[in-house]
């Protein structure tokens, strides 16, 4: 193994990279080939915060969808039940004034 780093990422400024085997100038070694395959992947790993926000939010808004769906079956199911009601009602005051 030519070389061993470790990118600390820092809140108050650049990463901070640790050679544990190698050094900068092996690190550069290429034109700068392993920063070039390295960046994706930073990119990629800094992207899967803001992936799992929009996850949850995407979850948020289904389980508020099917919240507001359960409801309108219920409200449906509780007006159908009243129609039919009513409509026995009708029936039976209809079938009494024709007796």
Same mark, same amino acid.
């Given at each position: 193994?030519?070389?061993?780093?470790?990118?600390?990422?820092?809140?108050?400024?650049?990463?901070?990279?640790? %050679?544990?085997?190698?050094?900068?100038?092996?690190?550069?070694?290429?034109?700068?080939?392993?920063?070039?395959?390295?960046?994706?992947?930073?990119?990629?790993?800094?992207?899967?915060?803001? %992936?799992?926000?929009?996850?949850?939010?995407?979850?948020?808004?289904?389980?508020?969808?099917? =919240?507001?769906?359960?409801?309108?079956?219920?409200?449906?199911?509780?007006?159908?039940?009243?129609?039919?009601?009513?409509? =026995?009602?009708?029936?039976?005051?209809?079938?009494?004034?024709?007796?």
């Amino acid at each position: 193994m030519k070389l061993l780093a470790v990118d600390i990422p820092i809140a108050s400024g650049p990463d901070q990279r640790i %050679f544990l085997i190698g050094d900068e100038q092996e690190y550069k070694v290429g034109g700068g080939l392993i920063s070039e395959l390295r960046d994706p992947i930073v990119k990629a790993m800094a992207a899967e915060k803001e %992936f799992e926000a929009l996850d949850l939010e995407e979850e948020e808004e289904d389980e508020k969808r099917e =919240r507001e769906e359960a409801e309108r079956k219920q409200h449906d199911e509780e007006q159908r039940v009243l129609d039919d009601e009513k409509r =026995r009602r009708e029936l039976e005051n209809l079938e009494k004034v024709s007796s």
